[in-house]
């Protein structure tokens, strides 16, 4: 059997704009040599952190999601705007954190892996963090003018697990982590 590696055989950009490019492109993929047809959006990495108070809380942010049309209670989560490297992924994260919840970290900013939000449409993928022994200043915010950030709260695990599962919490990339938070033992 022929093994192909993944290339790029056509590409045609249907939009390009600071926060998201479409694309649509012929790849050759292992299975499918000749090449196949596929409509991507392409952005840039992202960051969530999980903030972790020093009794074991969690800090949420509330935040108002036009696409969606609603609030969601989540992780501080924001785009890494420059480079890829793991240094300039986490001052990414330690970013997000101070502007979005105020928080800086005094304990450690563990790097837990990355996810993808949704293969099938997007090669988005976002970096996961675990901050130990935060310092919490909600007053210390200073997001971007085009967040919507309403409140920010500090959650019991227990409160964020119930939160979780009766559906108050919506958003996939605090969703995840959580998960990733679970299944590492990272959760009281």
């Known amino acids: 059997m022929m093994s192909f590696d993944w290339e790029i055989l056509r590409e045609e950009i249907l939009l390009d704009d600071s926060y998201i490019r479409v694309v649509r492109e012929t790849v050759r993929t292992p299975a499918c040599p000749e090449g196949r047809e596929w409509t991507k959006a392409v952005r840039k990495p992202g960051v969530t952190v999980a903030p972790r108070l020093v009794d074991g809380s969690f800090v949420m942010i509330r935040e108002e999601r036009v696409p969606a049309r609603r609030e969601f209670w989540q992780f501080p989560a924001g785009q890494v705007d420059a480079g890829t490297s793991p240094d300039e992924i986490e001052a990414a994260a330690r970013r997000e954190l101070r502007e979005e919840a105020g928080c800086e970290v005094e304990g450690e900013l563990k790097y837990l892996g990355k996810f993808f939000t949704s293969p099938g449409f997007t090669n988005e993928h976002t970096h996961q963090f675990l901050a ?39 958003d996939a990339n605090t969703l995840s982590l959580y998960a990733r938070l679970s299944a590492g033992g990272w959760l009281p």
Not at 141 to 161: C, K, P, Q, T, W
């Open 132 to 170: 130990t022994d935060v310092k919490w200043n909600p007053e210390n915010v200073a997001y971007d003018a085009g967040e919507y950030i309403l409140e920010s709260r500090a959650f019991s695990a227990g409160e964020l697990r119930e939160m979780i599962a009766g559906g108050g919490v919506g």
